[in-house]
């Protein structure tokens, strides 16, 4: 394989990688929001008692 080959190669694995990276962190943040969404319900339906306030101030507009 020549040079070129070679720095193609480890290119489309550096964007293979990102790729990846950039789906994870997609998925972590999907997670964080169902997450807060339902401690801020539960905190609702506690009248305050369990789970969370919704210090954020995005209850409304994000998790209805």
Not at 14 to 35: P, R
Not at 40 to 63: L, R
Request: hydrophobic share 40%; net charge negative.
């Amino acid at each position: 394989m020549n040079e070129i080959h070679v720095g193609l190669l480890g290119l489309g694995f550096l964007l293979l990688g990102l790729a990846f990276a950039g789906n994870e962190g997609y998925d972590q943040e999907v997670n964080l929001l169902a997450n807060y969404c339902e401690m801020v319900q539960i905190g609702i339906d506690s009248n305050g008692e369990n789970g969370w306030p919704d210090y954020k101030g995005i209850y409304s507009e994000i998790c209805q």
